[in-house]
Antibody, heavy 117, light 108 residues
């Protein structure tokens, strides 16, 4: 059974840092593109970042580029999102999701991030 | 930055047809994907590659794309089809992805 379990969400002050993790199981993790998607409270979905199967290619949404870094450890089956210089507008539920043929077929339950003073 | 534009809401009577549009400049060259999200749940894929239905999605769901507009149609909407629907597509470079703002579908 495919499972994606996010962790690391927390409350942090503006300007702070946080590292999110996503533990994957039930599939060959190193064969799939992985993405982060977030959803601010009461708002729509926002794509955040993606990473290719071997970790050599990454892309970011404009507002997080230069502040967030996506990475993966295929040996451990984990996806990470290092978030720096956090802003109030980064407050959201962060989902990790697997991409198959360009569509997201499995999602985690999300981990909440709150940026507030 | 690239945007996909959706109507904020669509209302439909049970058994009638709901149509949700998604406008984006790159859609003539990029596939559209559609996700439905119910309150408190993770999104679920309901259409991919413009018009292909994943297994488990009822036949009343169909998709199309023409020019800069992709469309998701629910023919004979049911109460269980209520939710927020998001279109999703790459930008013209293919490097980045974008969700539309979402359309709240109400069946009443």
């Amino acid at each position: 059974e495919v499972q994606l379990v996010e962790s690391g969400g927390n409350s942090v002050q503006p300007g702070g840092s946080l590292r999110l993790s996503c533990a994957a199981s039930g599939f060959r993790f190193g064969s799939y593109w992985m993405h982060w998607v977030r959803q601010a409270p009461g708002r729509g979905l926002q794509w955040v970042s993606r990473i290719d199967p071997d970790g050599s290619m990454t892309n970011y949404e404009d507002s997080v580029r230069g502040r967030f870094t996506v990475s993966r450890d295929n040996a451990k089956g984990t996806l990470s999102l290092q978030m720096e210089s956090l802003r109030a507008e980064d407050t959201a539920l962060y989902y990790c999701t697997r991409s198959t043929n360009a569509s997201f077929d499995y999602w985690g339950q999300g981990t909440p991030v709150t940026v507030s003073s | 930055s690239y945007e996909l534009i959706q109507p904020p809401s669509v209302s439909v009577s049970p058994g009638q047809t709901a149509t949700i549009t998604c406008s984006g400049d790159a859609l003539p060259k990029k596939y559209a994907f559609w996700y439905r999200q119910k309150s408190g749940q993770a999104p679920v894929l309901v259409m991919y590659d413009d018009k292909k239905r994943p297994s488990g999605i009822p036949e009343r769901f169909s998709g199309s794309s023409s020019g800069t507009v992709a469309t998701l149609t629910i023919t004979g909407a049911q109460l269980e089809d209520e939710g927020d629907y998001y279109c999703f597509s790459p930008d013209i470079t293919g490097d980045n992805r974008v969700f539309g703002g979402g359309t709240k579908v109400t069946v009443l």
